[in-house]
């Protein structure tokens, strides 16, 4: 399996488990589903903002987007974002869209020269 496939397959199947959750607690009144959902998205958010934090563009160079990614990526964090505040997670939603544009941020920034700003 090439590269590529290999990643997206696994966005694919990180959003059908968040999704699926997300239904199951919405639609089929599940408890555990609520949980599932509530912990995987504020496991994101910590990971993103820790991410974001130590991440540089040589970090995420080692596993690049194929090409056609991005416009996946942005609709279904816009969808989980939307979930969330569907559901009234609004501190949720809103951290979570934080923690992804700083970590959209993180994959931009170069890595700094440790001899910058000496003099």
């Known amino acids: 399996m090439s590269a590529a496939a290999k990643y997206w397959a696994g966005a694919i199947a990180s959003d059908a488990a968040v999704f ?3 239904y199951l607690w919405q639609f089929e009144s599940s408890k555990g589903a609520s949980n599932v959902f509530t912990f995987l998205m504020w496991a994101v958010i910590a990971h993103r903002i820790f991410m974001s934090f130590v991440g540089n563009r040589t970090h995420f160079e080692r596993l690049p987007r194929p090409n056609g990614f991005g416009t996946y990526h942005w609709v ?36 700094r020269d440790s001899k910058a700003g000496s003099a």
């Open 20 to 22: 699926g959750a997300f």
């Open 76 to 111: 279904s964090e816009f969808a989980i974002i939307c979930c969330m505040a569907w559901a009234g997670m609004f501190w949720c939603a809103g951290l979570y869209t934080f923690a992804t544009l700083a970590i959209e941020g993180a994959r931009n920034r170069e890595l």
